[in-house]
């Protein structure tokens, strides 16, 4: 599991965080943190009932768990300093290439669409704010990589099969996943 979010909590205090599985949500004695509370480790490894793990300091980072093992990493991003979209959108041969579909925002940088639903199979991309010079591709067919890291101006497209899939992406990263139902 990845997800690359502004951690900086608007300088409103020290960043920190915990994990829920969904069905534990809310109940803080499953909430998984780290082995020792207001732990600022780029690495460490989770435990149920956990302390908050804090980032070092303000910032974007990627923050990553193997759920098999619990171990995670905090990485700081380079840019600082991302484009800001107001909208995300998936367009491609299902609707035409024409009036995105809009992705809802989860956190900043962040947006998922539950339910996309593909009669048949087709080519597709991500596209800000209905511009084709922020939009990201490539050669990827998502029967083989369903996860993976989307080119930003590329001039390729994506192939997606039939199906239904809940989607998220990250605008900063190009990271991308779509999970069929």
């Not at 109940?27 to 780290?34: I, R, S």
Request: aromatic share 14%; glycine share 10%.
């Amino acid at each position: 599991f990845t997800v690359t979010t502004d951690f900086s909590n608007s300088n409103a205090g020290t960043p920190n965080f915990k994990i829920w599985a969904s069905d534990d949500f809310g109940t803080w004695e499953k909430a998984l943190g780290a082995q020792t509370d207001g732990d600022t480790s780029l690495n460490g490894i989770l435990k149920e009932n956990g302390g908050a793990i804090l980032t070092p300091d303000n910032g974007i980072y990627t923050f990553t768990v193997d759920f098999t093992t619990n171990n995670y990493s905090l990485v700081k991003e380079a840019n600082q300093t991302p484009a800001e979209f107001l909208t995300i959108g998936l367009i491609g041969e299902f609707n035409g290439w024409g009036d995105d579909l809009d992705m809802l925002p989860s956190s900043p940088h962040n947006w998922y669409y539950p339910g996309f639903v593909i009669e048949t199979e087709g080519q597709i991309k991500f596209r800000a704010d209905d511009k084709w010079d922020n939009s990201w591709g490539g050669v990827i067919n998502l029967s083989e990589t369903p996860f993976g890291i989307s080119q930003f101006k590329s001039n390729d497209n994506m192939t997606i099969p039939a199906g239904t899939y809940d989607v998220l992406f990250n605008d900063i990263t190009g990271r991308y996943a779509f999970y069929k139902k």
